[in-house]
């Protein structure tokens, strides 16, 4: 049930705020998420909760996503960190601010989980509890959703990749190349008689493809001869190459670095291209390039040799000129 995304009941009174923010700026924000440990009394409709059944602790907003078509997903976290005695998830209330008045807030959405709740260990105990819940809601036409995010939340392997990629100018993809996708043909280097393509929409020509396997998947490419050479054969094709079919399904993580930095990482998510450093001009910073007058040492420390014309320079007559206006004139 947990890391994968789930939709939440709309409440009567999420409902009716979502009118008034429809009215207004149109701009949705989810204050905080409100872990539920209790069980909704029969006969009780979900859509009638305002407060949680029993109010366990607050969860962690971590990031929202507005989809663009009527949704928004909330990724809410709870973990053991700070749990003296362990709770079960039976729900969790997401809130958002009302524009009727200012600082206040109202019950939004629930995720029902008492048919499946999430049982959170204490601090403490031999296994450490770390659940996500990704929360789909229906926020009809608002013009845009934020949050406001707990700077308490844990990163994820996942998100931390992501995270890098949009620093450093790299996407991450998953590498899964089963047995049935290997062929024999002309196209294969010399020593490896076997090739297998991955499509994936984000590869383009302009990587340099990184591949590190998957600890189970090591042993199944040295057998077959894996050759670590991964090529971009067009736009949305990988291609791997091997000495002989491998005998189970490689698994892995590709690492599409693009061309500009540090042998192929460029500004920008992946498929950024190359950094080009502009002219500097009066309003611009950029490059300049050395001339007769401007030398630099091997260091990189500049120095600027200043040269007069002829005209440039002070002539007798002119010297005695400008001290007779400070001085006056000689007496005689």
Excluded at 186 to 191: G, M, N, Y
Excluded at 202 to 214: N, T, Y
Excluded at 235 to 250: M, N, T, V
């Amino acid at each position: 049930m947990p890391n994968e995304a789930q939709g939440a009941v709309l409440l009567n009174s999420g409902y009716e705020v979502l009118g008034r923010i429809l009215a207004g700026e149109g701009q949705i924000r989810f204050t905080r998420a409100a872990l539920d440990g209790g069980d909704i009394p029969e006969g009780i409709p979900v859509e009638s909760l305002t407060q949680p059944v029993k109010f366990e602790r607050d969860g962690l907003i971590v990031s929202t996503d507005n989809t663009g078509d009527g949704e928004a997903t909330v990724v809410v976290q709870a973990s053991s960190i700070g749990v003296e005695a362990g709770f079960a998830i039976k729900g969790v209330m997401l809130f958002v601010a009302d524009p009727a008045a200012e600082g206040a807030e109202v019950a939004y959405s629930y995720l029902q989980l008492q048919a499946d709740p999430v049982w959170v260990r204490p601090e403490g105990d031999a296994v450490s509890k770390l659940v996500t819940f990704e929360i789909i809601n229906v926020i009809s036409g608002a013009s845009s959703v934020v949050a406001n995010i707990n700077p308490d939340g844990l990163a994820r392997a996942a998100d931390l990749a992501a995270f890098a990629g949009r620093a450093v100018g790299m996407t991450v993809i998953p590498v899964s190349i089963p047995v049935s996708a290997w062929v024999k043909g002309e196209s294969t280097t010399p020593r490896c008689a076997y090739y297998a393509d991955l499509a994936d929409s984000h590869i383009s020509m302009s990587h340099f493809p990184d591949v590190a396997l998957d600890n189970i998947s090591l042993d199944i490419a040295a057998v077959c001869g894996l050759s670590p050479m991964v090529e971009t054969v067009e736009d949305g094709i990988l291609r791997f190459y091997a000495q002989d079919i491998p005998k189970a399904e490689i698994t892995g993580t590709c690492y599409l670095l693009a061309a500009g930095i540090g042998g192929g990482v460029g500004p920008g998510g992946g498929g950024g291209e190359a950094y080009v450093l502009p002219v500097a001009t009066p309003t611009t910073l950029g490059g300049v390039k050395a001339s007769e007058s401007l030398t630099v040492e091997e260091g990189g420390t500049a120095h600027v040799y200043a040269t007069l014309a002829p005209e440039q320079m002070a002539q007798g007559a002119e010297t005695d000129e400008m001290l007779n206006e400070v001085f006056g004139p000689e007496a005689e």
